[in-house]
């Protein structure tokens, strides 16, 4: 079992934070870079490249869209700059509480259907994890499916296969076929974390995971991870 103790320090983690934490966990998730000041954004740009997503990073802003501080598909150097400083000062604007950590420099995904994969403790079940249609349309349409973790990849297929949304995963309408595969894998992974960390971890969310094509992956947009108290 992998220490996870270095990420669970403060009582709320970061998208930053979360995302490393399950990386230390094994969980793929894409190469982003958290800047902390203007010097910083050549080398994030370098590594990331373009068309590239910049997200503010506080462990007390939940919701980054609702302070302003989110920017998509930016493509030059020119807006990386302007990016940065727009994020920052929203934040100091809207949250002037809140303890910035910097700005989250990551890769702008492909398209993929949205699902939300999560964790939560159950008082009587324990460790429960459970997947949806994910994005803006989660709290919307109330999709979701719930388990005791933790589940193999075959239950994981079985919990996709009831969704409502399944069409959504099979090729609706004439699009491509997503990779349930990888997906069914990615809700294996983090149920059997959830299970091994049920004294340290309350609750896990990664929302919006975008599920490609068959064949090409999953890619985890959003993470949170709660630290149990």
Same mark, same amino acid.
């Given at each position: 079992m992998r220490d996870l103790s270095a990420h669970l320090k403060s009582q709320a983690l970061s998208e930053a934070d979360s995302k490393a934490l399950l990386r230390t966990a094994g969980i793929a998730?894409?190469?982003?870079?958290?800047?902390?000041d203007k010097a910083g954004l050549d080398e994030a740009v370098a590594r990331?490249?373009?068309?590239?997503?910049?997200?503010?990073?506080?462990?007390?802003?939940a919701h980054k869209s609702e302070v302003g501080g989110v920017r998509v598909n930016i493509t030059t150097k020119g807006e990386v700059f302007l990016a940065f400083e727009a994020l920052l000062d929203n934040a100091r604007t809207q949250r002037p509480d809140a303890a910035i950590q910097g700005v989250l420099v990551?890769?702008? =995904?492909?398209?993929?259907? %949205? &699902?939300?994969?999560?964790?939560?403790?159950?008082?009587?079940f324990g460790p429960m994890v459970m997947v949806g249609l994910g994005g803006v349309t989660t709290e919307l349409f109330r999709d979701v499916i719930y388990r005791p973790a933790p589940v193999g990849a075959e239950e994981a297929g079985a919990m996709l296969?009831?969704?409502?949304a399944a069409p959504l995963l099979n090729g609706f309408r004439g699009a491509a076929k997503a990779d349930v595969t990888a997906l069914a894998q990615l809700i294996a992974d983090v149920?059997?974390?959830? =299970?091994?960390?049920?004294? %340290? &971890?309350?609750?896990?969310?990664?929302?919006?995971?975008l599920v490609h094509p068959e064949g090409q992956g999953v890619t985890i947009v959003d993470?949170?991870?709660?630290?149990?108290?």
């Open positions: 998730l894409p190469n982003e870079v958290l800047v902390t990331v490249g373009f068309p590239l997503v910049m997200k503010i990073q506080s462990p007390d802003i990551g890769p702008m =995904a492909k398209r993929g259907v %949205e &699902i939300i994969v999560g964790t939560m403790t159950d008082q009587t296969a009831g969704l409502k149920s059997v974390l959830a =299970a091994r960390h049920a004294q %340290e &971890i309350a609750e896990i969310e990664l929302n919006p995971v993470a949170l991870v709660v630290r149990r108290i």
